[in-house]
């Protein structure tokens, strides 16, 4: 009665996040505990691996390990950031074939989801009978049919605590202070900067996205204005700003490109320093610095999202389960109920209609000037980061001469 | 018989850290525990407030408020970078007389020290009896006299979960990162970053301290060998690092100077780029990326030491319960006693010993190269540091072919 038992192949891609570990033990568990799964192979740094024939065998790691590594930051695979080539591709379905994998399941974000989706129709042309399911994963929050992305919460959590810090640094030493956070085409993280705002002279007090032209005279007028007001100026920059032909202020900065097309915009500081000087070079403000948050953002062990750590898992869960009930193909998308109280599901959408294509930062959640968030991002984003740490001020009343 | 009550000036100085509300609540609640002590004056920002009579009522705070700020990071009084000029000094000191305050307590480093040092000098050329006590803050933990300082602890386990996360990053993405960490002339901080190895291949590979005269060609040469031999690398750098004549490299690349007469380092950039960019251009390595953590070491909430944490809480009260008990002036220092468990003792020791000057690694915490640290700084520091999060990793049996 039972079918016969069709190896699975798993593996992670693209930038790592810290959660992505647990969909991957959501994805193994639920395989381990089916009789229509035979070997589970996990290939080291995505396709790479594939194409290397560097296999572990995840049916040898115990529960323990498997729920060591499920809240630990970063890609317990590996990682990698490569399109396959068609011929990448020839070679990658020969050794599926030869290892008689008849399930795949790949990690990642909207490039990870088009690598999926080659696959599966590579393996179609070929009449092999391969069932393709994208997992969802990226900080960015930028995938298409998802109300929101596994690893997003995460390191927006990390983003928000970090600018609460800021903000009371930059009201000990007062100046101006620019965080440069990433998000290459979606502005969502450094949106996120804004969540733990309680009060009305809170950073940031402006938010910069790519979603709205960034212009240069603009933003130094903003900050002389919230200067002038406040006597200091905490600024969120998401390092994809671009001006109004699109061209990214960063991208100007770098000549690195991967094997995508994007332009290399984290692991320098440059973004950072350019507008700091500019501020220097335009304004008589003394004290102006810049730090770029860089890879923390997405690998920060300890300061997860209880959310976003359990939609994770659960969407590694659905991916296997939807196989296993019959599906050949799809990405698991999170969809948000109507309502006002918090609630998801996990549906099955088509690969192409994830693959490739990225979403943005609705404008309804910008203000009209451009330089800030609106409540409803707020009211969008704040049950997926869940709570913040809380921030004591004193009352400070003055004292009497 | 009750001793008519003093009034008493506390204040914050010198860069936040995440613990320095503690020794102000520790201090305030201490003070208004005792009926020697009558109106208790916050001065916001330092001596600045001082200067400018802006003081807050402290006895007007809940202890509900007092709880909240004392776990909040950042300096609740607003800080200031200030060295007093003697003209500054004889305003202060009649200001002081104005308010009939005879107990002064300001919380910061040892530029922090050497101002209450100085204010005490003047008092007592002027026979005013002003008690005058310093209490340590440091995240450089670079006071004299101290075993370690108030803020260190929390602030490495930053770096050290910082660096637990981009190791992890680092496996998956292979490459070489650079992290660049705090601390003018003392390395402790970066030091920490190695906190959280546990396996054997775990980064950071190279750690890089003042102490030692850095050299970019034994630099360079020094992370050719650990990629050949990990396929990555992960370093970490002080911003302080200099050449063989002293010189900051940092500094090098900047013009700015504070009115101790320190260069700025923190807030660009710049060296982390400088490094990199040395690399592309000496290796072959392609993936070469530098972050450089900035003020959220100092300033990231709910990423405590609890030791550092109730340790800090301790000098606030310990400095108070001292100018009670008679005493004059001075710092309360943190001595470590010897044994295998972790036991510290508050000690009073006079302000000069702890003023201006700083101290720096022990060389016997360096290893010989002057590219890593050594177990005796381990030993050391984690148990001021405490509990970093477990990271858990596949066993990764290969698959056979």
Chains 1, 2 share one sequence.
Do not use: W
Not at 23 to 29: E, K, R, Y
Not at 140 to 152: V, W
């Amino acid at each position: 009665m039972a079918a016969k038992a069709g190896n699975m192949m798993i593996a992670q891609s693209g930038g790592p996040s810290m959660v992505i570990n647990q969909s991957l033990v959501g994805a193994v568990l639920t395989a381990r505990a089916s009789k229509e799964i035979g070997r589970i192979y996990g290939s080291m740094h995505g396709i790479k691996g594939i194409l290397n024939e560097d296999f572990i065998n995840l049916r040898k790691e115990t529960v323990a390990t498997l729920e060591s590594v499920a809240p630990s930051p970063s890609s317990a695979l590996g990682s990698v950031r490569q399109k396959p080539t068609p011929k990448d591709c020839t070679k990658i379905f020969e050794i599926l074939k030869k290892y008689k994998v008849e399930y795949f399941f790949y990690a990642g974000g909207n490039d990870s989801a088009e690598t999926t989706y080659i696959i599966q129709e590579e393996a179609k042309a070929a009449g092999y009978p391969l069932k393709c399911f994208h997992i969802p994963k990226t900080i960015d929050n930028d995938l298409k049919e998802n109300d929101h992305t596994p690893g997003f919460g995460s390191a927006a959590k990390f983003v928000a605590c970090s600018l609460q810090g800021l903000n009371l640094d930059n009201r000990a030493l007062p100046g101006v202070h620019v965080s440069v956070i990433m998000g290459r085409h979606a502005g969502f993280l450094t949106a996120a900067a804004a969540l733990g705002r309680v009060h009305e002279d809170d950073g940031p007090h402006l938010i910069y996205l790519p979603e709205k032209p960034f212009a240069m005279s603009r933003f130094v007028a903003d900050v002389k204005r919230v200067y002038k007001k406040y006597g200091r100026c905490l600024i969120a920059v998401s390092e994809g700003i671009a001006d109004n032909k699109g061209v990214s202020i960063a991208a100007q900065l770098s000549n690195e490109v991967d094997s995508h097309g994007n332009a290399q915009l984290s692991g320098t500081g440059a973004l950072g320093d350019l507008l700091a000087n500019e501020i220097k070079a335009k304004s008589k403000i003394e004290r102006v610095r810049a730090d770029t948050f860089g890879y923390l953002q997405r690998s920060f062990p300890g300061m997860v999202s209880d959310v976003d750590s359990a939609e994770a898992r659960k969407v590694g869960e659905t991916a296997v389960k939807e196989a296993l009930s019959g599906a050949k193909s799809g990405s698991i998308a999170i969809k948000r109920k109507p309502g006002k109280k918090y609630k998801v599901s996990f549906v099955r959408v088509p690969l192409r209609k994830v693959a490739k294509f990225t979403s943005h930062v609705p404008l309804k959640y910008i203000n009209k000037a451009g330089n800030d968030v609106t409540q409803a991002f707020i009211d969008y984003a704040a049950p997926i980061v869940g709570k913040l740490p809380k921030i004591g001020r004193l009352k400070a009343v003055p004292a009497g001469k």
